[in-house]
């Protein structure tokens, strides 16, 4: 195996996790945001107001993404297993 296969494949994961954590992580931004903007206009300062909204958004968010998060990660997977004789056999 080589270094540029190795990159490669390094590069690809660190994609997958960006592609994979960011429908979770742009609900949490947005309803932390929304709530934001609402606690500034209201000047109500309450921890919870700002938690229990964002972790009903993103449990939300995972359910409607979750399957296709699940695809994505068993695709990647088995390309890897697929490439695994490729890259032992050009040692």
Known sequence: MDQNAVLDIAMQALLLAAKLS????ITSLVVGFAISV???????QEVTLSFVPKAIAVAIALLVCGHWMITEAVDFTHALFRLLPQLLGSS
């Open 38 to 44: 609402f606690q500034s206009i209201t000047q109500i």
């Open 22 to 25: 960011a429908p979770l992580l």
